[in-house]
């Protein structure tokens, strides 16, 4: 992740700062700190969390608020999802707020496992805890990315806590014709905003190849050059300031352009092995809480490492969104 931060930064850095190392150094900085919390939090006995679920409700909710408040919030790109803290630069609270959620809901499906099988005890109760933490995601940081990877992986616990997989069914089904009306509506009044014209772009990103569409053709334009075995570690042409930020969340079409279908596949079964240790983990947890903490943190790497794949292969529509241990960030 690091190397390919160097190789795919390199360029933007270069035209930036004027040094070609500048974002591979913080990510290395950032890594090593990561590195060192890891190994602390790993000596932390993982039921001490439990006591805690309902304030990390409260406290994941509330700093998603931090954004509003002034000289600490920054917007981008018509959005309003970091903050600045002095001496650590730019943060995004919802980070924070995702491991604090499934700590959360951890917590709450093993107090109630009893009542999983109903419908609204075990189905609508837990997901409307949802409600105020993606409505300030959606409606205040513009972040609807963050909040369908939040809404998933509550929604992966609570099917794991016991919950019956019909109602979801259901109301998946439900929400998916309400989602394609509403998209034809929109479509048809002209409204929706960017969203909308990312989801015609993602139809077809050739019709408006040097506007909306222009991330997602640069995007293919290296995957395609990529062939088989890749360009060489260093030797991409797309990084080149055509495909915008290279080195956040489509590293991986620079990383399949220098080391081909081979290195994607790589990276692929990298991510499949920490899912399956991560679900193992979850199997042979000795409660509970255990088992919900540990499938929870696993989908959240998963779900993100699945979406980022997909929005840079044009599988699915443009999304912001990093590949967890690659995109550049911390």
Not at 151 to 155: K, L, N, R, Y
């Given at each position: 992740g690091i190397v390919m931060v160097l190789s795919a930064s390199a360029p933007s850095a270069l035209a930036e700062s004027g040094k070609t190392y500048t974002y591979a150094s913080r990510q290395l900085?950032?890594?090593i700190l990561g590195t060192v919390i890891m190994f602390i939090i790993s000596k932390i006995d993982y039921r001490f969390y439990k006591k805690f679920y309902?304030?990390?409700?409260f406290v994941s909710t509330g700093i998603l608020l931090l954004v509003l408040v002034p000289g600490l919030g920054i917007d981008a790109n018509?959005?309003?999802r970091w903050i600045q803290i002095p001496i650590f630069g730019q943060f995004q609270p919802s980070e924070l707020s995702k491991i604090g959620l499934i700590i959360f809901f951890a917590g709450y499906l093993a107090d109630h496992q009893d009542e999983m099988k109903s419908f609204w005890k075990g189905f609508v109760k837990p997901l409307c805890f949802l409600i105020p933490p993606v409505a300030i995601l959606f409606f205040v940081q513009n972040h609807l990315s963050v909040s369908i990877v939040i809404?998933?992986?509550?929604?992966i616990m609570i099917i794991m806590a016991g919950a019956r997989l019909l109602y979801f069914i259901a109301s998946g089904a439900v929400a998916g014709v309400v989602g394609v009306m509403g998209f034809i509506v929109l479509q048809?009044?002209?409204k929706g905003g960017f969203r909308i014209e990312r989801m015609i772009s993602f139809l077809d990103p050739w019709e408006d190849a040097t506007g909306v569409g222009w991330q997602a053709v640069q995007s293919l334009y290296a995957i395609g050059s990529g062939g088989l075995f890749g360009v060489g570690l260093g030797e991409s042409k797309q990084k080149y300031l055509y495909i915008p930020?290279?080195?956040?969340?489509?590293?991986?079409?620079?990383?399949a352009e220098e080391l081909g279908f081979v290195g994607c596949v790589i990276v692929i079964i990298l991510f499949g092995i920490f899912i399956w240790r991560g679900t193992l983990i979850s199997m042979k947890a000795p409660d509970m809480f255990g088992s919900l903490l540990a499938i929870g943190i696993t989908s959240l790497i998963g779900i993100q490492a699945i979406i980022n794949i997909g929005v840079v292969t044009s599988s699915i529509p443009n999304t912001g969104m990093p590949l967890p241990f690659f995109s550049y960030g911390g």
């Open positions: 900085l950032a890594a309902w304030p990390a409700y018509n959005a309003t809404g998933a992986v509550a929604c048809a009044t002209g930020e290279p080195h956040n969340d489509f590293i991986f079409s620079i990383l």
